[in-house]
């Protein structure tokens, strides 16, 4: 049975359908919207500590643990829950502890998977970062684990949470921009990407973005982000990838890419263009979405409309009929679409809760999840072995 089929059908005749009893005291105790939600963060790093003060600002969403193998990461997680929760070296002995419900996987990306299945074999809803699993065995494995569970599973691409995205993505499939004819996506920064190491034996450990065992580089770091949004907007999957990328600017040992250029191709010849750079910043995060009666582009949370060719005049009539969005159009900015919205990692966080409380499929879920990291492993074949790679139909396979 499919995860969504059978959230639709859950809820009391699920129960018998269940062979465990263990599934209904989930059910009650989260059957009120008081209840506190106790998670367990498995690596405090950068982004798991990170996501910690925004858990602390969400009503009945309480973390319990942190754990990492590093001592000083633990200790710098810990502090950020103000004494409230129970270190950990071992994300094992967290996984016994009956009073934590979930667990926020932010572990390096080659490990995202094993100790997910860990975590739902023993009974935790999860968070899982994206991106979601590496390698097509391991995302195989874990759809197939969270189709077969019971848990909730959401994964850390959170602009499937944003307010302001979702809007846009509402905008798209109304027609707003006409037919869609291209993608333009970057995520450019300027800086080597690396990290402090007190101790040489520590630098894998600590520097693992760079080192392809552990890592898929700029493309699951970063443009995972705009692949899963291209996915979404299409409700599509790309049936080739072709790219290339190289280690042209940063000379320090590192495996991984330090600028990447791929080229997806969906279904009605639709391209979707990738970029990262690491030795040039300009415009930073962008997606444009291009149509043939307009064009929106995205940052991180701002939006605006272009109208294309002689949709130009009517579009500014339709926005305020004198002179604002005429202003903004000078600006280059084109006219501002304007959503209320909170950041998108709290938001997702909160989404998260409100699942596991409501027994609600996520909108981030193991389905888009796992498609994005299969475009992902697409990618990295496509570059890494020099080929066009096609979608497979055992890809297929996975999320039927």
Request: glycine letters at 8%; hydrophobic letters at 35%; aromatic letters at 10%.
């Amino acid at each position: 049975m499919k995860r969504r089929d059978f959230v639709i059908k859950s809820g009391l005749a699920s129960a018998a359908m269940v062979t465990s009893s263990a599934m209904m005291p989930n059910i009650l105790n989260f059957g009120n919207s008081n209840e506190t939600v106790n998670i367990g963060i498995v690596g405090t790093g950068a982004r798991g500590s990170g996501l910690i003060p925004f858990i602390n600002q969400i009503k009945n969403l309480n973390v319990a643990g942190c754990c990492d193998i590093l001592p000083f990461r633990l200790e710098e997680g810990l502090e950020k829950t103000n004494g409230k929760a129970k270190g950990y070296e071992d994300y094992r002995k967290m996984l016994d502890n009956k009073d934590i419900d979930a667990l926020l996987v932010a572990v390096p990306f080659s490990m995202h998977a094993k100790i997910a299945v860990n975590a739902l074999d023993a009974g935790k809803h999860v968070y899982c970062e994206k991106t979601m699993a590496k390698g097509y065995k391991g995302i195989q494995e874990l759809v197939n684990k969270v189709n077969y569970s019971k848990k909730i599973f959401q994964v850390g691409h959170q602009y499937h949470s944003s307010r302001l995205y979702t809007h846009v993505v509402d905008l798209i499939k109304s027609g707003k921009i006409g037919n869609i004819t291209a993608f333009d996506c970057q995520w450019n920064r300027h800086g080597d990407w690396r990290r402090p190491v007190p101790r040489p034996e520590l630098e894998k450990i600590i520097n693992w973005r760079m080192y392809r065992k552990y890592s898929g580089g700029l493309v699951a770091e970063l443009s995972s982000h705009q692949i899963d949004f291209v996915n979404w907007v299409l409700d599509a999957t790309p049936q080739k990838v072709m790219g290339m990328g190289g280690i042209d600017y940063w000379k320090d040992g590192r495996e991984t890419y330090d600028n990447i250029h791929l080229i997806y191709e969906y279904p009605d010849g639709i391209k979707a263009k990738f970029t990262c750079l690491t030795s040039n910043a300009k415009d930073d995060y962008q997606i444009k979405v291009m149509g043939d009666k307009g064009t929106i582009v995205l940052d991180y949370d701002q939006a605006w409309f272009y109208p294309e060719g002689n949709n130009y005049k009517k579009e500014l009539g339709e926005v305020d009929g004198v002179s604002g969005a005429t202003v903004q159009w000078d600006k280059g900015k084109g006219i501002p679409i304007e959503v209320n919205h909170a950041d998108p990692s709290k938001q997702a966080l909160m989404d998260f809760r409100d699942s596991i409380v409501n027994n609600k499929n996520p909108e981030s879920d193991i389905m888009s999840g796992g498609k994005t990291a299969t475009c992902v492993q697409m990618g990295l074949d496509a570059m890494y072995n020099n080929e066009i790679v096609k979608w497979k139909n055992e890809f297929s396979d996975f999320y039927s």
